[in-house]
């Protein structure tokens, strides 16, 4: 079992910035990497950005690329994700998710409110 806790939402203006963070523990040495997602109301969970605990290999969506950045502290068992120049359209749930291959991703956290304000 992996557990994650995401912190750091809130509300924010547009053209603002905030960090989430995401803490694991447990059996995070099965872990492969780790992932953001968000969900808006009355829309499908969307991928954001994933990476690799080993290595440190990123991968984004097109709709963050250039705006939000994933990054990891493989001594904390913690990821974060960046947001900077966020738009009233990135309102959502935010969520981290554990993947142990990549593709699959079998634990989450209980997600954090991010609010952007036009």
């Known amino acids: 079992q992996v557990q994650l806790v995401e912190s750091g939402g809130g509300l924010v203006q547009a053209g603002g910035s905030l960090r989430l963070s995401c803490a694991a523990s447990?059996?995070?040495?099965?872990?492969?990497?780790m992932g953001w997602f968000r969900q808006a109301p009355g829309k499908e969970r969307e991928f954001l950005a994933r990476?690799?605990?080993?290595?440190?290999?990123?991968y984004y969506a097109d709709s963050v690329k250039g705006r939000f950045t994933i990054s990891r502290d493989n001594a904390e068992n913690t990821v974060y994700l960046q947001m900077n120049s966020l738009k009233p359209e990135d309102t959502a749930v935010y969520y981290c998710?554990?993947?142990?291959?990549?593709?699959?991703?079998?634990?989450w956290g209980q997600g954090t409110q991010v609010t952007v304000s036009s």
């Open positions: 990476i690799k605990w080993t290595g440190g290999n990123t």
């Open positions: 998710a554990s993947t142990s291959n990549g593709a699959v991703y079998e634990y």
């Open positions: 447990g059996r995070t040495f099965s872990s492969y990497g």
